[in-house]
């Protein structure tokens, strides 16, 4: 069952599956310029995370981009996996969540800056899954937390 207010976007047919999650990424196709369905292809926000709740029948439209077509879909925000300060692990507490570690070789990296998330946005701590999977290369007390957001 899904969670949290659904809002109406397209998405192309071969991905338009419940469950799917995805980072919208913005508009940046020349051709989507003069679609007559644009506005609702591109009504989310850039860089947030979004998870597939129900796909809408009957609702393909051609697209250039999208070989196939693209179909009507309900997203809702998806929750995210990510590393956070131990002290801050708190289930049901509200973050603003920051980057804090610009070391891309660490093995730890994609967790310490996920995608979907946004620096200095609020996000409630859903549930603390654990310990970091490697030692922080910062010496820092990290956990593997779920977050949402607000």
């Known amino acids: 069952m899904v969670k949290g207010k659904t809002k109406v976007t397209l998405i192309g047919a071969k991905l338009a599956k419940p469950g799917l999650d995805f ?18 292809c591109h009504n989310l926000q ?3 995370r979004y998870r597939v709740a129900t796909v809408r029948a009957n609702t393909r439209h051609d697209c250039p981009v999208h070989h196939e077509a693209v179909v009507a879909v309900d997203v809702v925000e998806a929750p995210i996996v990510a590393l956070i ?3 801050m692990a708190i289930a049901n507490s509200r973050i603003s969540y920051e980057f804090s570690c610009p070391k891309i070789e660490c093995r730890s990296y994609r967790l310490c800056r996920p995608d979907g998330i946004i620096e200095g946005a609020k996000y409630v701590v859903r549930e603390v899954l ?10 820092r007390a990290l956990k ?7």
């Open 46 to 48: 850039p860089g947030k």
């Open 23 to 40: 980072v919208y990424e913005g508009n940046s196709c020349p051709e989507c310029e003069s679609c007559k369905v644009r506005k609702v």
């Open 130 to 139: 654990g310990n970091a999977p490697d030692i922080c290369e910062r010496g």
């Open 85 to 87: 300060s131990a002290d």
């Open 144 to 150: 593997l937390v779920e977050l949402r957001p607000v």
